[in-house]
């Protein structure tokens, strides 16, 4: 018998992100937590109301409203996005008997919940309950969650050292994942500050009533915890001179400890330590020496024993309450940035430096001269106001690397920075928001900031009022089609026709198809975003993808093939990703293969050229759902012909990975791929075949 699983959606009062969710999952459920009139949920799936309980007592009742009927139960909060592969993978892993409960993977505090890459199901001590997936025997042994947790803070501990003691297993998918907006409810329904405190109090006292004064040590116990209690937090800004005043720090949800460094003692500010220091050496500009703490906290012993630190220029103004939980949260790897807010690259943020007064005597011209032989132009450029920085060896030899650079050129660090993570390999992470102007903190432009002239003075003070360079990225989806059954290419382009993300431009080339069903079915086609190409000559599918190349008028194209099925979020995935990761070029995603034969992806994060060359059997990325910028793609030929006979997109990696680029790839299954009956040769021999000329073009 299968297992009926009850999909839940907790909602209150935020009517669109609720649509957006439920009406993308067929047979959710939504349960309206009492939402404010005029605020409730007004879509196609089923609803059970019931009064405002919080967030605990709510999730109880939800489950108690359906506990008849289902097997299993989906708690999502509604502030999620999730694809419809991920929820197909955890409807599968709840048929193993030792799964008692299970989350995907996602961008959460806790690392265990967090994406490790592994492509399996890992077995973790605790999650945080943002879309868990419950068993009812989990209910029927140790009983409901702990309603004294209201909002829900220290709930999810509670519950998980309950399941630990009783034999129970839970679960993180690295195979699935989803990505989790946050605060969202808290945010359109009062004030943070006042929730954040009153929450934070409610998970401290209700833990201690409970387990007592070593709470934390019977709770905790071999889990990977929440930043509030196992990780130093520290904020500090470099103020030299009189660039800027210290402003007051509005209380934070993550508590850590704040630090001015400075070469003057009047720099006080309620809130905040003030470090004065006598060096770097005093013949340094101001800027180089407070540049020097900037990108060297650790050699102040204050912050040497921090785990991360958080940079802020002196401009710049927190305003928010949980900036440093919306740092965390997006924190994954090493280093944490936002995107340029205006510029894509370091070229054109030189000509817009050349014009401000405070690089009036750097030798801009010179530096970037220098770079134009060996940096490639929109390789991405990153804000260095605000930095997130784990203090890994990684991190430190990175910031060695950068001062040196900043040492040999100019004191302009945006510049040099793209040009040293590109020279290490380095990619920090990006916020997905990633905007300047998100409300998190105001940026105070300082006048010696303005230009002389009043086209760039124009430009800098508008920084903060328009919209963000990765809103602006537009796309273009590649199919080309030829003789494919009408079903097969009716599935193929209704797949991207649907996309939850429907501002892009479809490029169909027709190479020459002679089906007469095929070309009625073409010919009806009406949608305005299509632009159709028919070939008079049919020479071979590089040839029909460089030809719509021509057409494409995106920055980023994605590929699709004409007998495969797209998932609803492959487009607004790759726009997510590109614009956390403004220096990527190239992104893959899993498939999932149907028909023939099925199986499933699990090809790694990051793919260089010296991985390629060192592996033996290492088939690295897929060409069905890729995503690429156009532009980098054409400077490298495109898809040309091979002269030793290798798949057009094979050949088109290799000269990717030759010419030093990197090829990422996204764990979600966002492509599902039909498997027809293979062709009369070896498929071993053929693998094989492909592996030794890989590494024969490659290096």
């Known amino acids: 018998m299968s297992m009926k699983l009850a999909i839940l959606i907790l909602h209150y009062n935020t009517p669109d992100l609720t649509a957006k969710l439920a009406d993308s999952i067929e047979g ?8 404010s009139p005029g605020k409730a949920y007004k879509g196609k799936r089923r609803v059970i109301k019931q009064k405002n309980f919080g967030f605990t007592k709510g999730w109880n009742e939800a489950i108690n409203a359906v506990y008849d009927e289902y097997d299993a139960f989906w708690l999502m909060n509604s502030d999620i996005r999730i694809s419809e592969s991920s929820i197909q993978r955890i409807k599968t892993i709840l048929k193993r008997k030792d799964v008692d409960l299970v989350s995907p993977s996602y961008n959460c505090w806790m690392k265990d919940g967090q994406n490790h890459n592994t492509g399996d199901i890992r077995e973790v001590g605790c999650i945080e309950f943002t879309a868990p997936v419950l068993k009812k025997p989990v209910i029927e042994k140790i009983g409901f969650f702990d309603e004294r947790f209201i909002r829900g803070y220290g709930v999810e501990f509670d519950y998980c050292y309950r399941m630990r003691e009783a034999g129970l297993k839970i ?18 329904n009062g004030s943070y500050m006042e929730y954040s405190k009153t929450a934070n109090l409610e998970l401290t006292s209700g833990l201690l009533k409970k387990y007592g004064m070593k709470y934390k040590e019977i709770i905790f116990k071999g889990i990977s915890i929440p930043s509030d209690f196992n990780m130093s937090i520290a904020i500090y800004t470099t103020i030299f001179g009189d660039y800027a005043p210290l402003r007051k720090v509005p209380f934070q949800s993550v508590k850590a400890e704040y630090y001015c460094i400075t070469d003057n003692p009047t720099n006080k500010c309620e809130g905040w330590k003030t470090i004065v220091v006598d060096r770097p050496r005093h013949d340094l500009h101001p800027r180089m020496r407070a540049k020097f703490y900037k990108l060297f906290p650790w050699e102040l012993k204050e912050l040497s024993e921090k785990e991360i630190t958080i940079y802020i220029d002196g401009s710049i103004q927190i305003t928010e309450p949980n900036f440093i939980e919306y740092c965390i949260k997006n924190l994954n790897n090493d280093m944490l940035l936002f995107k340029h807010p205006n510029r894509i690259c370091i070229y054109e943020e030189a000509k817009a430096s050349i014009g401000l007064r405070k690089y009036k005597d750097e030798n801009i011209s010179g530096q970037i001269n220098n770079y134009q032989a060996y940096h490639p132009k929109n390789f991405g450029l990153w804000a260095c106001g605000v930095m997130i920085r784990k203090h890994t060896d990684r991190v430190k030899a990175l910031m060695a690397a950068w001062w040196w650079e900043n040492i040999s050129w100019t004191y302009q660090d945006q510049l040099s920075f793209p040009v040293v993570c590109r020279l290490l390999k380095f990619t920090p992470d990006t916020f997905i928001e990633n905007q300047y102007n998100s409300g998190y903190f105001k940026v105070h432009w300082h006048d010696d900031n303005h230009a002389e002239n009043t086209r760039v003075k124009k430009q800098i003070m508008s920084m903060t009022q328009i919209e963000p360079a990765e809103n602006k990225l537009t796309v273009s989806v590649l199919m080309s089609v030829f003789n494919t059954p009408v079903a097969e290419a009716n599935q193929a382009i209704s797949s991207i026709l649907k996309q939850d993300h429907n501002d892009f431009q479809f490029v169909i080339i ?97 793919v260089t050229k010296e991985m390629a060359a060192r592996n033996d059997k290492f088939w690295f990325v897929n060409h069905p759902g890729i995503a690429f910028k156009k532009s980098v793609v054409e400077s490298v030929g495109a898809y040309g012909t091979c002269p030793i006979n290798l798949p057009e997109d094979y050949h088109l990696w290799c000269k990717l990975l030759k010419a030093g680029y990197v090829i990422n790839n996204m764990p979600d299954m966002l492509i599902r791929y039909r498997v027809k009956r293979k062709e009369e040769r070896n498929h071993n021999e053929w693998v094989k075949y492909l592996e030794e000329n890989r590494k024969m073009l490659i290096l």
């Open 171 to 188: 679960w993180v998918d690295d195979a699935s994942s989803f990505y989790h907006i946050g605060q969202q409810t808290i945010k359109k």
């Open 28 to 35: 959710s459920i939504v349960i309206d937590n009492g939402s």
């Open 510 to 606: 027709d190479d020459n198809s002679s089906k007469p069903e095929l070309l009625r079915y073409l010919k009806l086609l009406k949608d305005k975003r299509i632009v159709q190409v028919r070939t008079y000559e049919n020479k071979g599918l590089a040839y029909a993808l460089n030809l719509g190349l021509n057409y494409c008028t995106g920055d980023i194209v994605i590929r699709m093939d004409a007998d495969d099925i797209a998932s609803p979020y492959l487009i607004s995935h790759h726009l997510d990703y590109f614009s956390r990761n403004p220096g990527a070029v190239i992104c893959g995603v899993q498939i999932s293969g149907f028909g023939e034969k099925t199986f499933k992806t699990h090809h790694p994060p990051i």
